[in-house]
T-cell receptor
Framework: ETGVTQTPRHLVMGMTNKKSLKCEQH?????MYWYKQSAKKPLELMFV???????ENNSVPSRFSPECPNSSHLFLHLHTLQPEDSALYLC??????????????FGPGTRLTVT | ELKVEQNPLFLSMQEGKNYTIYCNYS?????LYWYRQDPGKSLESLFV?????AVKQEGRLMASLDTKARLSTLHITAAVHDLSATYFC????????????FGAGTRLTVKP
């Protein structure tokens, strides 16, 4: 496996379910991200992890719970979601750098539908 | 409030024609990125622009950055159907890739 992988690719869940999204990066990066992409909205940054530590939480509802056990893996735990949470959830990673400039690498995304 | 504005948001063009997509942003940054997204797929990095006056070209696409005007352009030359996709610009406001703000995207359709 190369790059950034995400599983599952598609997920349908009820509002009372609990599920988790998984992301794995094989690039040796130290930062990982969760984004939400909804129709008619710009890409929204949800969470940022640097060296396994959460450094950003952009006012995301508590029904989304991230977990980063190591620099290569990132999870997004979901519970009691709402239909408006239906979206494409993208994971990304980037190398740690104090000078920036290398950008982020994205996974294929998980298409989530909440019924 | 930081804004990253792309225009147009929708673009339909004929094969063989030229066009430019614009990305304006409202904060100081000299790191700008262009991504391509095909329907149902992830974002693919196209260009990384790291300084004022930077110009990058790949095939029929050319991107430039004017940090003083806070403007980047993505120019399409002699469009072909394979270029049909959504194109996003993103501004890095953190200097370590950690805080990238994306434009709304330009959905490009190239017709024969």
């Amino acid at each position: 496996e190369t790059g950034v992988t995400q599983t599952p690719r598609h997920l349908v869940m009820g509002m009372t379910n609990k599920k988790s999204l998984k992301c794995e990066q094989h690039l040796g990066h130290n930062a990982m991200y969760w984004y939400k992409q909804s129709a008619k909205k710009p890409l929204e940054l949800m969470f940022v992890y640097n060296f396994k530590e959460q450094t950003e939480n952009n006012s995301v509802p508590s029904r989304f719970s991230p977990e980063c056990p190591n620099s290569s893996h990132l999870f997004l735990h979901l519970h009691t979601l709402q239909p408006e949470d239906s979206a494409l959830y993208l994971c990304a990673s980037s190398p740690h750098t104090t000078s920036g400039g290398l950008g982020q690498y994205f996974g294929p995304g998980t298409r989530l539908t909440v019924t | 409030e930081l804004k990253v504005e792309q225009n147009p948001l929708f673009l339909s063009m004929q094969e063989g024609k030229n066009y430019t997509i614009y990305c304006n942003y409202s904060t100081t940054s000299d790191r700008l990125y262009w991504y391509r997204q095909d329907p149902g797929k992830s974002l693919e990095s196209l260009f990384v622009l790291l300084s004022n006056g930077a110009v990058k070209q790949e095939g029929r696409l050319m991107a430039s950055l004017d940090t003083k005007a806070r403007l980047s352009t993505l120019h399409i030359t002699a469009a072909v159907h394979d270029l049909s996709a959504t194109y996003f610009c993103a501004v890095d406001i953190s200097y370590n890739n950690n805080d990238m703000r994306f434009g709304a995207g330009t959905r490009l359709t190239v017709k024969p």
